[in-house]
């Protein structure tokens, strides 16, 4: 492999040790600032989108969902993996449809959150789904989540204790709670 520089860091070589639909591993062996050798462990993850579906009613449409990971329910937003040649907008629209029967007339984005920089590679965009219709929900085969509508101050209070513990959903929370208090005229 050709030395190639990554910010101050010399990239000696690069191994794939692990690798599904989902994600790869790869072990980078680079040349330090200093000159010491090293090795960083780097996940990449299909990127993604979450999505703050808010009614007319100021409600929010949170999922609770199993996730095997963490071996526990967690509650958090519609999210799902952007599929290759997809926007992210596009994905956000498609999986709030799919997951939650859905469909919003606005859509704003809240731009974007990398999960974990030191190991991860995942980028997750955010949007918030404004003037909300419900429909049938179109749940991929062997996915299992309950939907369920919270008032929009309630999901701030589950963010501020931990309830919700997902990072992008807590961010775009946060971000739609700043925007739509008219603090941020521009929150991406």
């Given at each position: 492999?050709?030395?190639?520089?990554?910010?101050?860091?010399?990239?000696?070589?690069?191994?794939?040790?692990?690798?599904?639909?989902?994600?790869?591993?790869?072990?980078?062996?680079?040349?330090?600032?200093?000159?010491?050798?090293?090795?960083?462990?780097?996940?990449?993850?299909?990127?993604?989108?979450?999505?703050?579906?808010?009614n007319?009613?100021?409600?929010?449409?949170?999922?609770?969902?199993?996730?095997?990971?963490?071996?526990?329910?967690?509650?958090?937003?519609?999210?799902?993996?952007?599929?290759?040649?997809?926007?992210?907008?596009?994905?956000?629209?498609?999986?709030?449809?799919?997951?939650?029967?859905?469909?919003?007339?606005?859509?704003?984005?809240l731009?974007?959150?990398?999960?974990?920089?030191?190991?991860?590679?995942?980028?997750?965009?955010?949007?918030?789904?404004?003037?909300?219709?419900?429909?049938?929900?179109?749940?991929?085969?062997?996915?299992?989540?309950?939907?369920?509508?919270?008032?929009?101050?309630?999901?701030?209070?589950?963010?501020?204790?931990?309830?919700?513990?997902?990072?992008?959903?807590?961010?775009?929370?946060?971000?739609?709670?700043?925007?739509?208090?008219?603090?941020r005229?521009?929150?991406?």
């Amino acid at each position: 492999m050709k030395e190639k520089k990554r910010g101050l860091y010399k990239l000696l070589s690069r191994k794939k040790i692990y690798q599904n639909p989902w994600l790869a591993v790869r072990e980078d062996r680079v040349l330090r600032p200093g000159g010491d050798q090293g090795v960083f462990g780097v996940v990449e993850m299909q990127a993604g989108s979450t999505i703050l579906a808010i009614n007319d009613k100021n409600e929010a449409y949170v999922a609770k969902e199993y996730k095997y990971a963490i071996d526990r329910n967690s509650v958090e937003l519609i999210s799902g993996g952007i599929n290759k040649g997809e926007s992210p907008l596009a994905a956000a629209k498609r999986e709030l449809k799919e997951e939650a029967g859905l469909r919003a007339a606005r859509w704003i984005s809240l731009g974007v959150v990398d999960p974990f920089t030191t190991i991860v590679k995942s980028p997750n965009y955010m949007f918030l789904a404004l003037d909300v219709t419900e429909g049938v929900r179109c749940l991929d085969k062997g996915e299992i989540l309950k939907v369920i509508k919270v008032p929009l101050v309630k999901v701030v209070d589950m963010v501020i204790k931990s309830r919700i513990t997902h990072s992008a959903s807590c961010v775009c929370v946060l971000k739609a709670k700043e925007y739509l208090a008219g603090k941020r005229s521009n929150v991406a």
